[in-house]
T-cell receptor
Framework: AQSVTQPDIHITVSEGASLELRCNYS??????LFWYVQSPGQGLQLLLKYFSGDTLVQGIKGFEAEFKRSQSSFNLRKPSVHWSDAAEYFCAVGGYTDKLIFGTGTRLQVFP | NAGVMQNPRHLVRRRGQEARLRCSPMKGHSHVYWYRQLPEEGLKFMVY????????ESGMPKERFSAEFPKEGPSILRIQQVVRGDSAAYFCASSPTSTGGRVTEAFFGQGTRLTVV
């Protein structure tokens, strides 16, 4: 069965610092991978997705993610964090089951 | 093109009452998913529906919960005889017809926050 692990529950960074949020997945074939962001009291917004091809994927708001098959990872990165990036970030995997399975999320706090 | 619309945004019910949550998918989307989010937890899949069909309800509690997506109108998640443990945020997502049976993108609504008192 497919699953997603986000090992960091809470991350704090200073504004302007770089960011990497970790995501590991378990899936028997080539997964479809997603990163979503959720602001407090809001729904989820898609940041980026990976299906195939180039393993470095660019998304909205300056985010990127790299698919590493050998490590079963799909880590999210941003070179310089802005205060408005404070939110909860969810990694998800989609397979042949026609549904997305989500990790437990990483809450990002940004200090000025 | 309006996004996924959920209503109500907030719902308060007393223990034992019924809760009905509505979801209108994006125009042209025929797939609807319901997820539940508890505090400090991720999104837990509940059910996947297409028009007039339940495709996967493996995440639905066996009792008191039901879902439908009629030919006309929104998808409804119904919780009968609510208990305090049902308090959560319930999110609906929709996607276009899948390619080869896989979800290529899911668009989420703002959620309904259910509080059981």
């Amino acid at each position: 069965a497919q699953s997603v692990t986000q090992p960091d529950i809470h991350i704090t960074v200073s504004e302007g610092a770089s960011l990497e949020l970790r995501c590991n997945y378990s899936y028997g074939a080539t997964p479809y991978l997603f990163w979503y962001v959720q602001s407090p009291g809001q729904g989820l917004q898609l940041l980026l997705k990976y299906f195939s091809g180039d393993t470095l994927v660019q998304g909205i708001k300056g985010f990127e993610a790299e698919f590493k098959r050998s490590q079963s990872s799909f880590n999210l990165r941003k070179p310089s964090v802005h205060w408005s990036d404070a939110a909860e970030y969810f990694c998800a995997v989609g397979g042949y089951t026609d549904k997305l399975i989500f990790g437990t999320g990483t809450r990002l706090q940004v200090f000025p | 093109n309006a996004g996924v619309m959920q209503n109500p945004r907030h719902l308060v019910r007393r223990r034992g009452q019924e809760a009905r949550l509505r979801c209108s998918p994006m125009k042209g989307h025929s797939h609807v998913y319901w997820y539940r989010q508890l505090p400090e937890e991720g999104l837990k899949f509940m059910v996947y529906l297409q028009k007039e069909n339940i495709i996967d309800e493996s995440g639905m509690p066996k009792e008191r919960f039901s879902a439908e997506f009629p030919k006309e109108g929104p998808s409804i998640l119904r919780i009968q005889q609510v208990v305090r443990g049902d308090s959560a945020a319930y999110f609906c997502a929709s996607s276009p017809t899948s390619t080869g049976g896989r979800v290529t993108e899911a668009f989420f609504g703002q959620g309904t926050r259910l509080t059981v008192v």
